[in-house]
C-alpha cells in the first residue's frame, strides 16, 4: 500500500485498487487482461449496465498514472455534473484522449469487438466479481502494461513531435 498526493494504492501484482484523495468513498479496480475471447459480450454487459467499468485499449496508455488521471478528471466531472459522455466508464475513455471528440476518442482508446487485450477500470466492488466471472482470457500483471504501450500510436494520437520528448522529459510528460 502507498501513497500518493491524490490517495491510495494498494497493488497486488494483478490488480491495483486505487482510491482518490478528493473521492475517499471511492475505490477503483485495474486489472489487465489478454487472449479474450467474448470482448463483444462484455461490452454489451457494460451497455447494458450490469457493472461499470471502463475497457481500454492498453496500447494507448502511457502507463497506469496516465490512466488514474483519466479517472480522476472523469470522478471530478462526474461530482459536478458536467460528464460529455453518458456514464462514468466512457467518460473514463474520453478522458484519455487529448481530442474533445468523444467518437474519436472512444474509437481510439476503447476497444472494440475484435479487441483480445484489455485494461479495465472497475467502479463497482460489488459487483467486480461478476466481471472476473463474466470475462473469458488471462488476467495479468499491471506492470505488463508498460510492454503494451505503442509509443508510435500515442505520439500520433498526441500529435507529439521527437523535439517535444527530448525536451519535456519523455512520452509521459509530453501526454500530461
Known amino acids: ?9 494498494i497493488c497486488s501484482g494483478f490488480m491495483s485498487r486505487f482510491s482518490f484523495e478528493l473521492f475517499p468513498l471511492r475505490h477503483v479496480y485495474v486489472y489487465l487482461y489478454e487472449n479474450i475471447t467474448n470482448m463483444a459480450e462484455l461490452r454489451q454487459l457494460i451497455q447494458q449496465n450490469t457493472f461499470s467499468a471502463a ?47 468523444i467518437n474519436e476518442s472512444l474509437k481510439r482508446f476503447g476497444v472494440d469487438d475484435a479487441s483480445s487485450t484489455v485494461l479495465a477500470v472497475l467502479f463497482d466492488e460489488d459487483k467486480k466479481q461478476d466481471f472476473e466471472d463474466a470475462i473469458k482470457g488471462d488476467r495479468v500483471e499491471l506492470d505488463r502494461l508498460a510492454s503494451l504501450s505503442d509509443h508510435a500510436l500515442i505520439k500520433k494520437y498526441f500529435k507529439i513531435q521527437d523535439a517535444e520528448l527530448s525536451c519535456t522529459g519523455g512520452m509521459a510528460a509530453a501526454v500530461y
Open 1 to 9: 500500500s502507498t501513497q500518493s498526493t491524490w490517495g491510495s494504492l
Open 55 to 101: 475497457l481500454i485499449n492498453p496500447t494507448t496508455c502511457v502507463d497506469l498514472q496516465h490512466v488514474l488521471l483519466a479517472v480522476n478528471k472523469a470522478l471530478f466531472d462526474q461530482s459536478n455534473g458536467k460528464l460529455f459522455t453518458p456514464n462514468l466508464h466512457s467518460e473514463v475513455v474520453f478522458c484519455l484522449s487529448g481530442s474533445r471528440s
